[in-house]
């Protein structure tokens, strides 16, 4: 992602919040300029329409997720240990969760709704996410199995988000990442004890 002046840096931020807390749809470009705290006509001069700022916004996010990926990548942990840190994402963010979903979620079933041409785009944060679980799970010895497992472990947090948001109670979100906990446990027992079959590093 290019590196952005800071207005319209701005600007993405502050879209990237309220798409999130309000929707796409929901959200004016009135909305954003009283939020950056500019005037209709500098707004325009940085952003065309509401499709460009979006477009922004999910390059933005991408370049997050890819950053945070990297950086669990990095922390030198098993794959257990990675996985882990999927998991502990719907506690880190568990206010939020409960206030308006999955940001990532969110976004795709709006733009699905619309059937949005950006929805594409916006997929392809959960892409980035099934990729990097698949090789982790793939690094622990589940080989074929692998990229079955990352898109259950993405379809059960997704699950947990929706319902953590309907019925905004924590204690739910706690005990589902315990039960995730002990489903990862189990999946990666019987491949610690198999001949290895991990991935190429």
Request: hydrophobic content about 50%; overall charge neutral; aromatic content about 8%.
């Amino acid at each position: 992602m290019p590196d952005l002046s800071p207005t319209r840096q701005q600007i993405v931020d502050a879209a990237d919040a309220l798409f999130y807390s309000q929707g796409f749809t929901h959200t004016s470009f009135a909305h954003v300029a009283q939020a950056v705290g500019i005037s209709r006509g500098n707004f325009y001069h940085h952003f065309k329409s509401k499709d460009e700022i979006l477009d922004a916004v999910i390059a933005q996010r991408l370049a997050g997720t890819e950053a945070l990926l990297a950086a669990w990548s990095a922390a030198g942990e098993a794959p257990a240990g990675r996985l882990r840190c999927f998991v502990h994402m719907l506690l880190a963010n568990q206010a939020p969760i409960m206030a308006h979903g999955c940001p990532v979620g969110s976004l795709c079933a709006e733009l699905g709704k619309l059937d949005h041409p950006a929805l594409g785009a916006a997929r392809d944060v959960f892409a980035l996410f099934r990729d990097w679980l698949a090789n982790e799970f793939a690094r622990a010895g589940l080989g074929d199995e692998a990229p079955g497992l990352a898109m259950h472990l993405l379809a059960r947090s997704q699950g947990v988000a929706v319902l953590a948001q309907a019925f905004r109670n924590p204690a739910f979100i706690a005990a589902e990442v315990l039960l995730l906990e002990s489903w990862l446990a189990e999946v990666l027992a019987p491949a610690a004890r198999r001949p290895s079959r991990r991935a190429a590093a």
